[in-house]
Every structure is written in C-alpha cells, then in structure tokens.
C-alpha cells in the first residue's frame, strides 16, 4: 500500500485498532499506524496533513 490507498489503509488501521475511535487520533500517531502496518510500502516523507485527513476520513467510515 501507497499513502494513496487511504481506503485500503483505512482497512488495515480497523482491523489493527478496532477499539480505537479514529476521530480521537492524532495525526502523528495516525503516521506511525500507517507506517507501521506491515502492507505499507511508501516514504514517509510523500505524507502530508491531507493524506492524513483522507485516511482518517476513510476509517471513520469504515467504523460507521
């Protein structure tokens, strides 16, 4: 996965973090989840604070 794939992660960070409530995350522990997950490939200096935002986005409506 690419920090494009804000879906797919999306995904992954529910299964990771199902007791977590992405709205309460912070966008420096978002990074490191993303960068943690073990299907994610890319440098984690092409993140920005939108990238974030989509993925946050996306995991709450993952969670919905």
């Known amino acids: 996965m690419k920090w494009t794939d804000s ?8 299964d ?10 912070n966008f420096v ?7 943690a997950l073990p299907d994610f490939h890319d440098d984690p200096k092409h993140c920005g604070e939108k990238i974030l935002e989509a993925i ?6 993952e969670t919905d």
């Open 29 to 35: 522990d978002l990074m490191k989840w993303v960068i």
């Open 56 to 61: 946050q986005l996306a995991w709450m409506d």
């Open 16 to 25: 990771a973090h199902p007791d977590i409530d992405p709205k309460t995350i």
């Open 7 to 14: 879906r797919l992660i999306a995904i992954e960070l529910a």
